[in-house]
C-alpha cells in the first residue's frame, strides 16, 4: 500500500512539482499564490498524461489485469517523455502510472484514500475540495478532480456498479463501494459547486468488544455487560449521531448471538458485518425512472417476518418500519436489534414513537408506547465526543409505563471528569448498581451471576 506521502503527491490535472511530493495527504495546500513552475509541470504532466493514453491500445487495455496495465503505461510514459524532452524520474513515471491505473479500473482520486486504514470517513465538496476524518478529526486532503465531468463519471462509476444511477433525474444515491463501504453522492442541480460524495469506509478489520474497550470506548465490566444483555436475547437499540460508532457497535454486539439462529439484516445501503454462518441480507431498492418498483425497509420488515427468523437486525430505523420493527420484538423474534439517530436515551423513544406516526396507522399515543415498552429492553447511547473519540454515554433499561410516561432507567453511563493533557477527555463508565427489571431473564439464561459482578447490582 502507498505511504499517506506517495499518496499525497497525486492529483489529477494539478500535479505538483517533485519537491513537494513528500506532503502528507492530509495536510492543507499551501496559500501561497501558484508559481508560473508549478502551473508549466502541471502543462507538462498533463501533456505526457493525454500522450500515453495515446499510445495504449484500448482493446489490449480491456484485457489486462492492473499490474499488466501498470507495466504497460509506465512504458508508454517513459516513451513520451523521452520524445517531448519532459525530465521525469522513475518515481514520478510510477506515480503517473499509478494515477492513470486508478483512473481508467478504480476510482480515481479516491483510491489513495480508501487504500489507507486510517482514513474512517471521505467528503468530496466539488473537484477541489475533500476532507477526510482521522481519528474522529476532520483534516483537508491533497486531492484534486480534473473539473466536474470527472468527478460526475468517478459518482457514475459507484453507482453502475451497484446496479443503479445517479443522473439530473436521479440527483441522489445511496450506494455502498464493492468493499463495503457506504457513499451518499448528491449531484447538480442540487449540488452548486459540484458533485458531492460522503464516504463511510468499511472497517477491513473486524472490531468486536474487546477492541472497542482498547479503543477506550467503553470499560471492561460495562462490555461484559452489554454481552450478557446480547446474549440472553434483549431487544436493543442504539441510538447516537451520525458517526458516533452506532454500526460498529452493532457488528460487535451482533457477534454474541447462537451461531444456530437465524439472522435477517436489513438495511438500505448494507454495510453490517455479521459473522454468524446462517444470514440472510435484504436491501432495499429505489423506485425507477416511472417512479415504481421501489421496496422499503417496510416491506423487507414485513417480508422477513415470514422467513422463520430468530433475529431480525435492522441497520437503521428511519420511517414508518419502527412500528413493524416492534411488531417483530413483540412476536417471538427476541435479540433484534436496530440503530436509530437520538441524543439520548429519552429522545430515541420519542424518534420511534414519531416514526410509528408516520405510517398514518391512527393509533393513539398510548397505545404506541405500550408497543415501546412491551418490545424494547434496553437502549445503548453513544456518542462521538469533542476529542474526537467514540464512547457510550449511557446504557438505560426500559422499565415500563407509568400512566402515558415510559419509565427508564440508567444501568451505565459516562461521568466526565476532565482533560488530559493531549485533549483527550478522562472520565470513568460507571454502574448505577441499579437493579434490571431483566434480571429474570439473564438468570433463565444463566448469567445474572456474571451481570451482577459487572454492574454492582443493589449497591445504589
Do not use: W
Not at 524520474?89 to 499509478?98: F, P, S
Not at 439472522?263 to 445501503?269: F, G, H, N, P, S
Not at 432495499?284 to 416511472?290: D, G, I, K, S, V
Request: glycine share 8%; net charge negative.
Amino acid at each position: 500500500m502507498e505511504t499517506l506521502a506517495g499518496a499525497g503527491a497525486m492529483s489529477f490535472g494539478r500535479k505538483t512539482l517533485p519537491a513537494h511530493a513528500e506532503t502528507p495527504l492530509a495536510a492543507a495546500p499551501a496559500a501561497e499564490p501558484v508559481s508560473v513552475a508549478i502551473r508549466a509541470s502541471a502543462e507538462q504532466f498533463a501533456l505526457v498524461r493525454s500522450a500515453a493514453l495515446g499510445r495504449l491500445d484500448p482493446v489490449a487495455v480491456a484485457n489486462m489485469d492492473s499490474a499488466a496495465l501498470r507495466s504497460a503505461i509506465i512504458e508508454a510514459v517513459g516513451a513520451v517523455a523521452g520524445d517531448q524532452r519532459v525530465q521525469l524520474n522513475g518515481r514520478e513515471q510510477m506515480l503517473l502510472a499509478d494515477e492513470l491505473v486508478h483512473d481508467m479500473l478504480g476510482l480515481g482520486p479516491l483510491e489513495p484514500l480508501l487504500a489507507d486504514e486510517r482514513i474512517t470517513d471521505i467528503m468530496i465538496n466539488g473537484p477541489d475540495c475533500a476532507f477526510i476524518e482521522i481519528s474522529g478529526r476532520l483534516q483537508k486532503a491533497d486531492i484534486h478532480f480534473r473539473d466536474n465531468a470527472h468527478l460526475l463519471a468517478i459518482s457514475q462509476r459507484i453507482a453502475s456498479a451497484i446496479g443503479r444511477r445517479v443522473d439530473e433525474s436521479s440527483p441522489l444515491l445511496d450506494a455502498r463501494l464493492l468493499d463495503g463501504s457506504r457513499v451518499n453522492i448528491v449531484i447538480p442541480p442540487l449540488a452548486l459547486d459540484g458533485p458531492c460524495l460522503s464516504i463511510r469506509k468499511f472497517a477491513k478489520k473486524r472490531i468486536d468488544l474487546a477492541r472497542l474497550v482498547e479503543f477506550g470506548a467503553m470499560s471492561e465490566p460495562l462490555s461484559r455487560a452489554l454481552e450478557v444483555m446480547a446474549r440472553s436475547r434483549l431487544n436493543i437499540v442504539i441510538s447516537g449521531g451520525t458517526g458516533s460508532g452506532k454500526t460498529t457497535l452493532l457488528n460487535a454486539l451482533s457477534r454474541f448471538a447462537d451461531p444456530s439462529e437465524r439472522l435477517v439484516t436489513i438495511e438500505d445501503a448494507a454495510e453490517l458485518q455479521l459473522q454468524q454462518p446462517h444470514v440472510v441480507r435484504m436491501e432495499t431498492r429505489p423506485a425507477n425512472l416511472e417512479g415504481a418498483g421501489a421496496i422499503t425497509q417496510r416491506d423487507l420488515v414485513m417480508n422477513a417476518l415470514r422467513m422463520r427468523p430468530d433475529r431480525i437486525i435492522i441497520g437503521e430505523v428511519r420511517g414508518p418500519e419502527a412500528f413493524d420493527m416492534l411488531q417483530a420484538m413483540n412476536t417471538g423474534h427476541d435479540g433484534s436489534m436496530s440503530t436509530i439517530h437520538a441524543n439520548n436515551s429519552r429522545d430515541a423513544l420519542s424518534r420511534i414513537e414519531n416514526m410509528v406516526l408516520m405510517g398514518s396507522l391512527g393509533l393513539p399515543a398510548v397505545a404506541i408506547r405500550q408497543q415501546i415498552v412491551s418490545a424494547l429492553d434496553a437502549i445503548v447511547q453513544v456518542q462521538r465526543m469533542r476529542d474526537g473519540k467514540r464512547r457510550i454515554t449511557q446504557i438505560t433499561e426500559v422499565v415500563g409505563l407509568e400512566g402515558d410516561v415510559v419509565v427508564l432507567q440508567d444501568l451505565f453511563r459516562f461521568d466526565y471528569d476532565g482533560e488530559n493533557r493531549d485533549g483527550t477527555l478522562r472520565g470513568q463508565f460507571v454502574p448505577t448498581g441499579a437493579r434490571p427489571s431483566f434480571l429474570p431473564r439473564l438468570k433463565y439464561f444463566g448469567l445474572d451471576t456474571l451481570y451482577n459482578s459487572v454492574s454492582a447490582v443493589g449497591a445504589a
